[in-house]
């Protein structure tokens, strides 16, 4: 699924709904949010741009601000709940998968204090919506840090706060934008030429866990704006999961007395094949140990809440008994323990180490992993002019390609390595090269070694 976002500083102009029709014919949108049309309702919905497009507007305010959200009907039933103040608040459904979710068009007030109550107008129809996945997108009219803005005054502080507070209370994502920093510019000269981004797209964080999202900035064209292009595909999950030890084992009493068992399992062999075939029966112990007897936590967890709401059932019929009262005091003492090791869980994966241990934030971990999850996908890799983005298919290239880089060359092969050195620069003087190839020593290695996060992997 693709969608546009663009701020058209005014539709008026033939050439102008001549542009969308264009952008729509080559960019072949599935959805497109347009700001500031500076036009009315009834006037935007007639203007046919596409014969699969329909259209839903929000009438400007005099002569500005205006939206209009075209999108394909063949395979989306879309409609606004609101559609005023410069906020087109939509209800999503897919027509094929019957999924849903909510997609919001906004064109944010240029004045600060107004600003300021937009943001708690959005947020507060994004928390009493009943689904909370979705996008919102469009013209924030401030950036949201300092490296978003070039020339000219510096951004103000307190209209970065109030977006930052925004997107933090509603644990939003900021997709991060590709192919340039700047969606604004007053195309001047020289030191007068002032480039902002104020155009972004902010997704949920149950969006994240159900697809990717990858932002691309397009050509500026008929507007001293930039059109920005939100590219959704579902989220596909590794195949191949590489061993990580969990800390939350750790709170487990058998762990220690089962890896020394494990490792004391006979292995015959050099003294390097011992340690790495011991290493090895640990981990896959380690494995089978985790899904046997630790359990998943996540759904031991929703099993613990089950029961609680059972057992406070019981207690609203019959009282509290002791029967009644020892079994919640265990199952909320067994709802501590879970819930400790999923906060565990997630700190690890989410690298966050400037929060104490003990401190419970669960879902902001989770939501810093999904973060580092979508900015590690590989959307598309190039292979000569074409731009490969199936998954099958960047496998196999990349295979292909380091199995090219890394095969020996022939050729390569009678050359004299004097010969091959000889070509390459010397950049480091004798005494830095000395320096480095130095054994370090051991308070060296301790200080290193000791200088590691204590959740990080040595080695």
């Known amino acids: 699924m693709k969608i546009l976002s663009w701020n058209i500083r005014g539709l008026n102009g033939i050439h102008k709904q001549e542009v969308i029709r264009n952008m729509i014919r080559d960019q072949r949108p599935d959805v497109f949010l347009i700001q500031e049309t500076k036009m009315k309702k009834e006037r935007m919905e007639n203007i046919k741009f596409n014969n699969s497009m329909q259209g839903i507007a929000s009438n400007s305010e005099g002569a500005s601000g205006g939206l209009l959200l075209l999108f394909n009907d063949k395979y989306f039933n879309i409609v606004a709940e609101y559609d005023e103040d410069n906020i087109l608040f939509c209800r999503v459904q897919h027509l094929h998968t019957n999924d849903s979710w909510f997609l919001v068009n906004i064109y944010a007030p240029n004045n600060k204090r107004d600003r300021k109550n937009f943001w708690t107008k959005v947020g507060n129809m994004v928390q009493d919506c009943d689904i909370k996945k979705g996008i919102i997108m469009g013209d924030f009219n401030t950036p949201l840090e300092d490296k978003e803005k070039k020339g000219g ?16 209370n509603l644990a939003l994502m900021d997709v991060e934008l590709k192919g340039g920093s700047f969606t604004w510019s007053n195309k001047r000269k020289g030191h007068d030429c002032i480039q902002v981004r104020l155009d972004r797209a902010l997704i949920s964080s149950d969006w994240l866990q159900s697809f990717s999202c990858r932002l691309s900035l397009l050509p500026k064209i008929g507007s001293d704006y930039s059109s920005i292009s939100l590219l959704v595909s579902p989220l596909v999950h590794r195949r191949y999961h590489p061993f990580k030890f969990e800390k939350m084992w750790t709170s487990h009493p058998d762990l220690l007395d089962n890896i020394k068992k494990w490792w004391g399992i006979e292995v015959e062999g050099s003294a390097m094949f011992r340690v790495t075939r011991k290493l090895s029966n640990v981990k896959r112990m380690i494995k089978i140990w985790n899904k046997s007897d630790f359990g998943h936590i996540f759904h031991e967890k929703k ?34 323990n879970i819930i400790n090791k999923e906060e565990k869980f997630w700190r690890q994966r989410s690298r966050i180490t400037w929060l104490k241990e003990g401190d419970r934030n669960t879902k902001f971990f989770h939501l810093t992993t999904l973060k580092h999850r979508a900015s590690n996908r590989i959307y598309g890799i190039r292979k000569g002019q074409e731009l490969l983005t199936e998954e099958s298919a960047i496998s196999e290239e990349a295979v292909s390609f380091f199995s090219s880089l890394l095969s020996e060359d022939p050729m390569l092969s009678n050359l004299d390595q004097e010969d091959l050195l000889h070509c390459i620069p010397q950049l480091i003087q004798p005494i830095h090269n000395k320096q480095l190839c130095a054994i370090p020593n051991a308070s060296e290695v301790r200080e290193a070694l000791f200088s590691l996060p204590a959740d990080s992997e040595h080695g």
């Open 153 to 168: 005054m510096p951004p103000d502080w307190e209209s970065k706060q109030d977006l930052s507070n925004f997107i933090n």
């Open 303 to 336: 099993e613990l809440f089950d029961n609680l709401t059972i057992i406070q059932d019981c207690i609203q019929k019959e009282g509290y008994t002791e029967t009644n009262r020892v079994s919640e005091l265990k199952t909320l003492s067994e709802i501590h």
